[in-house]
Nanobody, 124 residues
């Protein structure tokens, strides 16, 4: 089992930045690909970004490329999502997830463990 706890969400204005963190415990963190997903009210959960086990490869959905950056610190068992130039359409609950597949996996079913989410609200 892997336990994931997200933090860092909040209420910001358009154009601001936030950094989300996801702390992992349980099994060996570096064995897992890590991903970030988000879910807006009334919408399905969608893929945002993912990172390889060693951190050298990253993959993003088109809508966040150039604005968001995923990173990880295996010594701290933590994955991060740096979000810059935030837009109102980025408003959602953000979830981190751990999976055993490829760093480019964007489907929910590819991830085995999920956090409880942290809310990000961007006002215009």
């Amino acid at each position: 089992q892997v336990q994931l706890v997200e933090s860092g969400g909040g209420l910001v204005q358009a154009g601001d930045s936030l950094r989300l963190s996801c702390a992992a415990s349980g099994r060996t963190f570096s064995n897992y690909v890590m991903g970030w997903f988000r879910q807006a009210p009334g919408k399905e959960r969608e893929y945002v970004a993912s990172i390889s086990r060693g951190g050298g490869r990253r993959y993003y959905t088109d809508s966040v490329k150039g604005r968001f950056a995923i990173s990880r610190d295996n010594a701290k068992n933590t994955v991060y999502l740096q979000m810059n130039s935030l837009k109102p359409e980025d408003t959602a609950a953000y979830y981190c997830a751990a999976g055993s597949g490829s760093y480019s996996d964007s489907e929910l079913k590819a991830y085995d463990y999920w956090g409880q989410g942290t809310q990000v609200t961007v006002s215009s």
